[in-house]
């Protein structure tokens, strides 16, 4: 059985090759033994204490510490049983463990069983001690089973804390990680070996920790799965303890004492100056004492000694491997190592205890500031304003083009932005509206811009709507009685402007409408931008945290700026709108874009003079004939000076009718009726077919064209003035060109410029005015509604005790480390 003095003394002859070691060959001898272990339990104690204190606030202090690191069948819950000097069942443990187990294990004379406790999650404090070793292992499982089910996840880095107070233990703390898998359990995510691989070097790759690698005698080195792993953290193995475990299965291999050193030389694959430890434990997995236990270790010690030296031709270079072989040397080692490490370590953790101690008061006396500063309305006030005067600048820093933080997280695709709106497609537009860079995450100005982008391209994509020939027959009748030679123009150019305000209007409404969206949006990026922004320069934020009312009612002020920004852009669009739809609006006629179309002037001029009669204008859809014609002409009340014209005077009265109407003799003949109504009645019933013949028409021919044409619009070019084309035809073409223009100036002239003035230009200017109006120009009475958090303080209560806690822990940890920079 070890005594006390075999775990505390150094070694005789350490392994003076191992890299890890080797500058440290000489041997420490004090001049009291006892007054030296005395000082490293005390070392010892007092960074069990400040691991306890780092382990609990979530500290990063380097702390001297070994991580043990391994395949599940490669030794390793043997090893750490062997270090205990008792048995626990930690195998099984570290078969379903997914969460380090960081083992403190103190060399306590008195303690003749083993004292267990654990370390309460998220505190310093232990509970009671543990004395069933089966007791132990339902902890260990109990506590990463809950953990791993409140945070979903597969493996945890959050470690469990065991301390373990025992005669027979040595001076000692071990990170204990989970074994690398290759394959998941059953039950477990497929993504479970790489999450260990993952979390197991990020514990071992802090430099200030030692890593304890362990790996089977009967894997070689040129075929070890995690050797390469090692080398990911720690290349040259400066600070890597190896060890081979299992290597009583290895030594029948031996005859010869060249075999024996090549193999443990292991030359050629770790180095010249990297050693392992060659280490072999009881295989008896029986129901055994302590005492049994420890006697077995070392039983299994000396026969592998006793091997080498008797079964080996030659025996083997003792002077060279005798210090790496057996499980009482790497203890021995790891001990020693540790102490050298806490001695070398102990003034800058000092240094460290002092500025963190420094740090912690300093931030309870923030807290203090924070906790009288709720009742303090000017501190409150100054506070607010400067975290609304914060939001604004970032909302502008937005706005004109920002990339943090990161669109890929923040922003939205044109998609997630129809969708998330609630606004969908674009009314009226059938066709799918894919703007450039639809498919990038994008907000702030560029969002903005895309939006606009977007309307345009379902404007443009809109045609001017069909109109029924009883809307055209009302328009064009009511224009023609009104005098004047533009009938057709004006009747068509007044489809063209209905058409324009009832199609275009709702795209204007809904392009306010995903503006407003995009903008509104720009207040949680904001909020983001702001932490972001204080914690890359180091700056601390003026802390609004627990004031829900205030962030409500901040939230509900931009919210309603911009509300008020789209009511406003909606109703100066609509003014543009009905501007350019206006009678007195010169668009329809301008003649750079009327004489682009097909129509020459003269053929509108044609149109409008043959507008003057009231009804000699046939837009019904069927055709007719002469006799019904003759029959509605009965009802025409004769011209004023009909019979008072020369037959030459009767042609220019007929150029008021309607083509198919009226004929045109070459020759009058001196027999015809003076009655210019009589020629016409006479000629009805084949005005078709001798006004085709005997003169170039100007506008459409009978209903029979108009039906061989069908209702689409006809947009013919100069060449084919000459062909019959229905004057419904005709008004349908000139309104969808009127339609055009509108649109065009509408779009070109105003939308941008007045949603860009009436959306960004506040943004920029008026946004934190209309923010200080809404939430600060209010008496003092009013504005600490606002404030009202009985939560936040308690919050804020709680936080403060913990941070005395935090406070007391640290100088505490401080004071120890100072008695013992003295004692060095």
């Excluded at 060399?107 to 370390?119: N, V, Y």
């Excluded at 205030?550 to 543009?576: G, P, T, V, W």
């Amino acid at each position: 059985m070890a005594t006390t003095n075999t775990f505390l003394n150094t070694p005789t002859k350490g392994p003076t090759t191992t890299s890890i070691t080797k500058k440290h060959h000489h041997k420490h001898h004090p001049s009291d033994p006892n007054r030296s272990g005395s000082e490293f339990n005390d070392r010892f104690e007092a960074y069990n204490r400040l691991q306890a204190a780092a382990v609990a606030f979530g500290e990063k202090l380097p702390i001297p510490e070994i991580v043990a690191i391994g395949g599940q069948s490669d030794g390793k819950s043997s090893l750490l049983e062997a270090l205990l000097g008792f048995r626990f069942n930690v195998r099984e443990v570290e078969m379903g463990t997914r969460r380090p187990l960081i083992l403190q294990m103190v060399h306590d004379p008195t303690a003749l069983e083993p004292r267990c406790r654990f370390q309460e999650e998220d505190s310093e404090e232990y509970g009671s001690p543990i004395v069933l070793a089966s007791a132990i292992a339902d902890t260990i499982k109990s506590r990463t089973e809950s953990l791993l089910k409140k945070t979903r996840a597969a493996v945890s880095s959050q470690p469990i804390v065991m301390r373990s107070e025992y005669a027979h233990c040595p001076n000692l703390t071990i990170i204990d990680t989970p074994g690398f898998v290759l394959k998941a359990k059953k039950g477990e995510p497929e993504r479970t070996p790489d999450e260990i691989l993952s979390m197991v070097k990020s514990l071992a790759s802090p430099p200030h920790r030692i890593i304890l690698f362990l790996q089977q005698s009967s894997v070689e080195w040129c075929s070890s799965l995690w050797l390469d792993t090692i080398r990911e953290i720690d290349p040259t193995f400066r600070r890597t303890v190896i060890v081979v475990s299992k290597f009583d299965n290895r030594l029948k291999e031996f005859t010869d004492r060249w075999e024996v050193d090549r193999y443990l030389s292991a030359s050629g694959y770790l180095g010249e100056n990297t050693r392992p430890f060659f280490v072999a434990l009881p295989k008896d997995r029986g129901t055994i004492s302590n005492d049994e236990f420890r006697r077995q270790i070392t039983q299994v010690d000396s026969e592998m000694l006793h091997y080498l030296r008797d079964s080996v031709k030659g025996g083997f270079d003792e002077d060279k491997y005798r210090s790496n072989i057996g499980f009482g040397c790497l203890r021995d080692f790891l001990e020693t190592e540790l102490q050298r490490r806490y001695k070398e370590a102990a003034p800058a953790t000092l240094a460290l205890l002092e500025q963190r101690c420094g740090e912690v008061t300093a931030e309870l006396g923030r807290m203090e500031c924070k906790i009288n500063a709720t009742s303090d309305v000017a501190h409150l006030r100054k506070s607010a304003m400067l975290h609304a005067a914060a939001l604004c600048n970032h909302v502008e820093a937005l706005i004109d083009g920002a990339a943090d933080p990161a669109p890929e997280q923040w922003g939205k695709t044109t998609e997630e932005e129809r969708s998330e709106s609630g606004i969908g497609s674009w009314p009226s537009v059938t066709a799918d509206i894919k703007p450039p860079n639809a498919t990038l995450r994008l907000y702030g100005g560029a969002a903005f811009e895309r939006v606009i982008h977007e309307f345009r391209c379902a404007t443009y994509s809109i045609k001017c709507p069909p109109v029924s020939r009883e809307k055209v027959a009302n328009i064009l009748l009511a224009h023609t009685g009104r005098g004047g030679g533009r009938g057709i123009t004006e009747a068509a150019a007044e489809i063209a402007r209905a058409a324009a305000r009832s199609w275009l209007a709702p795209l204007l409404d809904t392009a306010c409408d995903r503006l407003a969206f995009v903008l509104g949006n720009l207040f949680e990026i904001s909020i983001e931008k702001n932490h972001g922004h204080d914690s890359n320069h180091g700056l601390r934020s003026v802390d609004m945290e627990g004031y829900i009312g205030f962030h409500a009612a901040l939230r509900q002020s931009y919210n309603h700026f911009i509300k008020d920004l789209s009511k406003e852009c909606k109703q100066l669009l609509r003014h543009h709108l009905d501007s350019v739809t206006s009678p007195y609006s010169h668009v329809c006629y301008e003649n750079n874009f009327i004489g682009n179309f097909s129509y020459g002037t003269s053929s509108m001029h044609q149109l409008n003079q043959a507008s003057a009669g009231p009804l000699c204008l046939e837009l019904s859809e069927g055709p007719a004939s002469g006799k019904e014609v003759t029959k509605d002409q009965e009802n025409i009340p004769p011209e004023k000076n009909a019979q008072e014209t020369t037959p030459g005077k009767v042609t220019e009265s007929r150029e008021a009718l309607r083509e198919c109407q009226m004929t045109v003799p070459e020759t009058p003949s001196p027999d015809q009726p003076s009655d210019g109504n009589y020629g016409i009645k006479r000629e009805l019933g084949n005005c078709v077919e001798v006004g085709a013949r005997k003169r170039h028409p100007r506008i459409t021919g009978n209903a029979r064209n108009c039906g061989q044409n069908g209702e689409s619009l006809l947009f013919g070019n100069a060449d084919n003035i000459s062909r019959p084309v229905s004057t419904y035809a005709e008004i349908c073409s000139s309104a969808a060109q009127h339609f055009a223009r509108i649109r065009e100036v509408l779009v070109e002239r105003s939308v941008a410029s007045t949603l860009n003035s009436g959306f960004l230009t506040p943004c920029r200017e008026r946004l934190f005015v209309a923010l200080g109006l809404d939430l600060f120009a209010v008496n003092d009475e009013k504005f600490m509604d606002m404030f009202v958090a009985p939560g936040a303080i308690d919050n804020l209560e709680n936080e403060r005790q913990s941070l005395k806690k935090r406070q007391k822990i640290l100088h505490s940890c401080l004071n120890e480390f100072k008695s013992v920079a003295r004692a060095l």
